[in-house]
């Protein structure tokens, strides 16, 4: 069972990089996008040394709802691009 809930825990931190990464195009669009295309090199390495991490549900939780959070700062900016109002929209 260890097993079995190790891979669930390691699905769901792969669901939130990867949803994360798939913002990459979106993000280029944005004036404060080039500080988070930066980082997006530290998810990428990260998300392909998954297999050696011990993972537990508390740090899998905070991850989930980082992530979360990260997708709600970025409405506001994606809206704005959207109407082409985004030129000097910066991220808090």
Known sequence: ???????????????????ILELEPLL???????LLLSEFNVLKAF?????????????????????????QELKTPVALTRTGAAKNMTLQ
């Open 1 to 19: 069972m260890e097993k079995n809930s190790s891979n669930t825990l390691a699905a769901r931190i792969i669901n939130c990089l990867q949803t």
């Open 28 to 34: 280029c669009r944005l004036e404060a996008g080039d």
């Open 47 to 71: 998300l392909n040394g998954m297999d050696s991490l011990a993972l537990d549900e508390d740090d899998v939780a905070r991850i989930e709802t980082a992530t979360e959070r990260f997708l």
